[in-house]
């Protein structure tokens, strides 16, 4: 199998992971991260911004997790590139680089960062799923034949 191929598989997988985490989270505690309404913001504020009429409701909320899905399976690929040795190094890298991400640049873009920032056990575990996801990342393309 190409190694893009695997990068690939890896990122989706790493991606899947990471929303069933949030999706299960936030059904199990109301400290739970809520990224999906950062998204959810961030999709609204962008399509108006480019005069479209953001959809709402269900369908804002499939539209976020379909661009979250896709955004964070391209990020979480380019864990492949580099020395497969280090792999799950630069997973956990990528993880917590994009957790914190997730945490500090809200509110910098002009987006409400209440619901990843609203305890400091929301902040933790925002940063520990997409941690989660990049490791998740890095193990399956590591055992990808």
């Known amino acids: 199998m190409k190694p893009e191929i695997k990068n690939i598989i890896g990122g989706v997988a790493g991606a899947v ?3 069933l985490v949030h999706e299960t989270a936030k059904r199990l505690s109301n400290k739970a991260p809520r990224v999906d309404l950062v998204g959810e913001e961030a999709l609204s504020k ?3 911004a480019i005069g479209i009429t953001p959809p709402t409701g ?4 499939l539209s976020t997790l379909a661009a ?3 955004s964070n399976a391209a990020y979480y690929a380019m864990i492949g590139k580099g020395d497969r040795d280090t792999i799950l190094l630069r997973g956990a890298g990528y993880g917590l680089m994009a957790g914190l991400g997730a945490v500090g640049l809200s509110k910098p873009l002009g987006l409400n960062d209440q619901p990843v920032t609203k305890t400091s056990e929301t902040k933790l575990m925002t940063i520990a799923w997409y ?6 990342t890095a193990l399956v393309i590591k055992n990808l034949k």
């Open 46 to 48: 962008t399509a108006s």
């Open 68 to 70: 979250d899905l896709s």
């Open 58 to 61: 269900q369908k804002l909320y």
């Open 17 to 19: 992971i990471l929303n």
């Open 131 to 136: 941690l989660i996801g990049g490791i998740a």
